[in-house]
């Protein structure tokens, strides 16, 4: 179990870290790992959940697929095969559905005994709203409460499913905890958790998480286990996107409603508590602490209506369930490049990390560029990762670490775009066009299918209704980019430096290689060439033979990075 991981993906923002380290995953950026995630989530029909249950679904149905023919990966290695780490997943949702679990008072029994003393006790701790608003969509900012009652829901499933095996053996949450538990007795455990700052499950769960894990871990061993071969780690994201208000009609209906105009206080505070709480600092290795900097606000209702052509018509805001869905923020892939740094041996020796006796803070900042008083930022795949050594400017062979992470990441990116341009979406045409090509594989319909799906959430996804955009919405990768270069029309060279027709509706695949630019007619014929070389004759390959053979083919190719070449007037 040396290369288990384990992840907490707490609240929507969680969640949609979450999908930032699954796609990191499938283009390779977790060699050799085993990831086992905790999904945990007050809200069960949350869409943000949903979707990254989706993805979850589809890579691990292409995951299977890997073959034994896979070449081993070492520890020390920071890219690898893509859909190459085993992803374990879990789920724990609190039950708040029910006439006893709806709110608080049901659940703490303030009414019962003497209700006037227990209601007095009540109202110092929480106003009455807190205490009366129904929990199915989560705690709504109201972290004071969230925190309690998540540490309670966590160790009560434990303590449930200890007492009866039936139980147990349905309980997602005890098997996580369990495999934290194994892995600290054959070395260490890693255990990272993901959400925010400033919003209601995830800030509720980030603060306690770490208590909760451990007394479960004591519950499971009768406390005989070395709690110090368990190593946290967190990234807590402050407030990066706003939303409209809610109208008072809706506050008055829903009684708590999460307001992003609050979310900078929230994050101030949550900050100062974090650098401050004994159990915080005694508990958590390291902590990434991210914020957006002072850039320009990302109103989501805005990305909605101007990217998505969504109009909102009135409606009032998504306290949760299926509307509560936004879009992906380059902030949540810093969250999971967090992780990774980790993760990594390299950048965190688990040793080392052992003998922090108080939390070690890390953060991140970006250059920047000032267009009429409006901070721009831009991103270098050096901003995304980095080891050590990388001072030497080598890590394997002629490649630095985040040349290495830009070859496995602007591969994927063309994959994902050729199969979307090329061949309208469907891998079956690129499988009939290699084939012509003697080179052929055999793939099942449900590997197809999976694979159409998680490329098409990639760079462009199918739209079901609700838009008159061409029927399409921007992927996971290309909403990235859209974080700050959607409506203000920033050069896209200041991200990640790649072709501009690359991140739009043009879906330009071969634009970011030297050797097939400038030409949509004849790259693919180019680019079937350089596979064909590269590669050979395939007459029986599987779903994993086709990924690798793709990646070896891209890996042929020279990357055009326009922020690591003179640009003068970028870099004024």
Not at 368 to 396: M, R
Not at 474 to 482: A, K, N, S
Request: charged share 25%; glycine share 8%; aromatic share 12%.
């Amino acid at each position: 179990m040396a290369n288990d991981v384990f992840l907490v993906a707490a609240g929507g923002t969680g969640m949609r870290c979450l999908q930032s380290v699954v796609n990191m995953a499938a283009m390779g950026l977790f060699p050799g790992k085993t990831v086992n995630i905790l999904l945990l989530e007050t809200d069960e029909e949350n869409k943000d959940k949903r979707n990254t249950e989706n993805l979850l679904s589809w890579y691990r149905q292409i995951q299977k697929s890997k073959s034994t023919k896979d070449k081993d990966v070492g520890d020390d290695e920071l890219v690898g095969e893509y859909f190459s780490a085993n992803i374990n997943l879990h789920t724990f949702v609190p039950d708040y559905s029910t006439d006893a679990t709806r709110n608080f008072v049901v659940l703490s029994q303030v009414e019962r005994g003497d209700s006037e003393i227990n209601r007095k006790l009540a109202n110092i701790f929480y106003e009455e709203p807190v205490q009366e608003f129904n929990l199915a969509h989560g705690y709504r900012a109201q972290t004071h409460l969230g925190s309690y009652l998540m540490y309670h829901a966590i160790i009560q499933e434990i303590r449930l499913s200890m007492k009866d095996d039936d139980y147990r053996a349905m309980s997602q949450l005890f098997t996580f905890i369990e495999r934290i538990m194994n892995a600290s007795k054959n070395g260490y455990a890693k255990v990272f958790a993901l959400g925010s700052s400033f919003g209601g499950t995830g800030a509720s769960s980030v603060p306690v998480i770490t208590r909760a894990i451990t007394h479960s871990c004591k519950i499971l061993n009768d406390d005989k286990i070395e709690m110090s071969k368990i190593l946290y780690g967190g990234v807590v994201l402050s407030n990066y996107f706003s939303f409209k208000p809610a109208t008072d009609s809706h506050k008055k209906k829903d009684k708590v409603v999460a307001e992003s105009t609050f979310f900078q206080h929230n994050s101030a505070s949550a900050l100062m508590y974090y650098v401050n709480d004994p159990t915080i600092l005694s508990t958590y290795k390291r902590m990434y602490l991210l914020g957006w900097g002072n850039f320009k606000d990302y109103n989501v209702d805005l990305y909605k209506e101007n990217v998505l052509k969504i109009k909102n018509n009135g409606e009032k805001v998504a306290t949760g369930g299926k509307k509560q869905s936004n879009p992906a923020h380059f902030m949540e892939f810093f969250g999971a490049l967090a992780a990774k740094h980790f993760f990594d041996e390299r950048t965190s020796k688990s040793s080392e990390l052992e003998s922090i006796s108080k939390t070690q803070f890390k953060f991140k900042s970006l250059e920047a560029v000032n267009e009429d008083g409006n901070f721009k930022p831009i991103v270098k795949f050096e901003d995304l990762y980095s080891i050590p050594n990388d001072v030497s400017g080598k890590t394997d062979g002629n490649l630095s670490a985040h040349e290495m992470l830009r070859n496995n990441v602007v591969g994927f990116l063309s994959l994902s775009s050729l199969v979307a341009k090329q061949f309208e979406g469907s891998s079956e045409g690129l499988l009939n066009d290699l084939g012509l090509y003697n080179s052929r594989f055999n793939i099942s319909l449900t590997e197809k299918e999976s694979l159409d799906q998680f490329l098409a959430y990639f760079v462009e996804i199918p739209v079901e209704s609700g838009s008159d955009q061409n029927n399409k919405w921007p992927g996971w990768f290309r909403q990235l980019y859209e974080t700050f270069h959607g409506v203000q029309g920033n050069p896209a060279e200041s991200f990640l430096g790649l072709s501009s027709d690359s991140l739009t509706g043009t879906l330009g695949w071969y634009q970011n290689y030297a050797e097939l630019a400038g030409d949509e007619k004849k790259a693919l014929d180019k680019f079937v060439g350089v596979f064909k070389k590269a590669n050979g004759n395939t007459k029986d390959g599987n779903l994993s033979d086709l990924l690798s053979q793709m990646r070896n083919a891209f890996y042929q190719l020279t990357v055009v990075d326009k922020l690591n070449k003179e640009n003068k007037e970028l870099n004024k």
